[in-house]
């Protein structure tokens, strides 16, 4: 007798692919705060190679922080308007270290250094346009520095950096073809929000804090850093479930 074929078996439904927010503590200056950013899962950590920035760390001192970072974690360099020469010295004591220009370079400026770099826009804290008549075109942004890895979101204050200040994520352009990294006076409390708001927006997002996770400037808390790392969490879970209840095209 010839069996029958076995029925044929329903596909599973696909599931979604998991949605991982990379993070990056920036702003650090002793070793048992690189210690606890690696332990928390940060994805990179940054140093201000930025004299008047009161977390500034010497090149040298950089590189010995470097020096406690297993594999996989990325050093990030720090630059205001540096020059080539004093950048190139900088990565030649850290070779893995990728670079952050956060004053007024210019896609020339970022490309003379010869490293791979993320490039931070200065977003305004509202939707006025600026002194010029102008409101801030971050597409076009994206456009001129086509070869960064990565555009950084920070708050337009006076001086560089974002000074602890957020930006209203809302009036961020809906759909931005960029790897964005979403900065300026993120916390514990605030960062779940954020990424729900800016990662539908964009390629992939990553986040990036600083005072948030500090007791003072340059000194790092370390429950802090675990809350933040928590939220963060907590937001690619909200992506996963909102990307399950999405209705089929």
């Given amino acids: 007798m010839i069996s029958a074929p076995p029925s044929p078996?329903?596909?599973?439904?696909?599931?979604?692919?998991?949605?991982?927010?990379?993070?990056?503590?920036?702003?650090?200056t002793?070793?048992?705060?690189?210690d606890a950013a690696v332990a928390a899962g940060?994805?990179?950590?940054?140093?201000?190679?930025?004299?008047?920035?009161p977390r500034h760390v010497t090149a040298e001192r950089a590189a010995e922080l470097a020096r406690r970072l297993p594999p996989f974690v990325t050093p990030v360099l720090l630059f205001v308007n540096a020059n080539a020469t004093e950048i190139i010295a900088a990565c030649t004591r850290i070779p893995m270290a990728l670079v952050q220009f956060h004053g007024d370079e210019s896609p020339q400026d970022c490309l003379q250094a010869g490293r791979p770099f993320m490039r931070a826009?200065?977003?305004?804290?509202?939707?006025?346009?600026?002194?010029?008549g102008l409101r801030f075109d971050l597409v076009k942004y994206v456009q001129d520095f086509?070869?960064?890895?990565?555009?950084?979101?920070?708050?337009?204050?006076?001086g560089y950096g974002g000074g602890g200040k957020t930006f209203n994520w809302s009036l961020l352009p809906p759909?931005?073809?960029?790897?964005?990294?979403?900065?300026?006076?993120?916390?514990?409390?605030?960062?779940?929000?954020?990424?729900l708001q800016v990662r539908p927006r964009c390629t992939t997002l990553a986040v990036d804090v600083s005072s948030g996770v500090e007791i003072s400037k340059g000194i790092k808390s370390l429950e802090k850093i675990n809350q933040f790392v928590t939220a963060v969490r907590a937001a690619d879970d909200q992506l996963v479930k909102n990307y399950v209840q999405l209705p089929p095209a």
């Fill in 121 to 132: 826009a200065r977003i305004p804290l509202d939707k006025n346009p600026n002194e010029n």
């Fill in 175 to 195: 759909s931005v073809n960029a790897h964005l990294v979403l900065s300026g006076g993120l916390t514990p409390a605030n960062v779940t929000d954020g990424i």
């Fill in 146 to 158: 086509k070869a960064a890895q990565a555009i950084l979101l920070d708050a337009h204050v006076e």
């Fill in 9 to 28: 078996v329903a596909p599973e439904s696909p599931q979604p692919a998991p949605i991982r927010t990379r993070i990056k503590i920036c702003g650090l």
């Fill in 42 to 53: 940060a994805d990179a950590v940054g140093f201000v190679l930025y004299p008047p920035s």
């Fill in 30 to 34: 002793r070793e048992q705060d690189v």
